[in-house]
């Protein structure tokens, strides 16, 4: 069984940055492909980014490109989202998903991981 917990969201204006971080409780958590997804009231859940389970592949939607950075530090069982540049478009709750690696793929929809955290607000203000 795997445990993700969200931290690090909150209030931020327009232009400014945020960390999120995604702590795994998990022994082989190097194994699991990582990514991150959000949901805006009244919409559907969707991709943000993802990372493999090394972490030297990664991928992005296309509104984050350039302003958000996944990374993750196998040592500490923890995955980051860098977001800058946020714009009031970007508030949603944000969730960290795993699943556990089959090769080199990693996917975009929800239904591609297994796991789930809670989730953590994200609030941008124009």
């Known amino acids: 069984q795997v445990q993700l917990v969200e931290s690090g969201g909150g209030l931020v204006q327009a232009g400014g940055a945020l960390r999120l971080s995604c702590a795994a409780s998990?022994?082989?958590?190097?194994?699991?492909?990582i990514g991150w997804f959000r949901q805006a009231p009244g919409k559907e859940r969707e991709f943000v980014a993802a990372i493999d389970w090394i972490g030297t592949s990664a991928y992005y939607t296309d509104s984050v490109k350039g302003r958000f950075t996944i990374s993750r530090d196998n040592a500490k069982n923890t995955v980051y989202l860098q977001m800058n540049s946020l714009k009031p478009d970007d508030t949603a709750v944000y969730y960290c998903?795993?699943?556990?690696?089959?090769?080199?793929?990693?996917?975009?929809?929800?239904?591609?991981?297994?796991?789930w955290g809670q989730g953590t607000q994200v609030t941008v203000s124009s």
């Open positions: 998990v022994r082989s958590f190097s194994t699991y492909h």
């Open positions: 998903a795993a699943e556990p690696a089959s090769g080199s793929y990693y996917g975009t929809l929800p239904s591609s991981y297994r796991y």
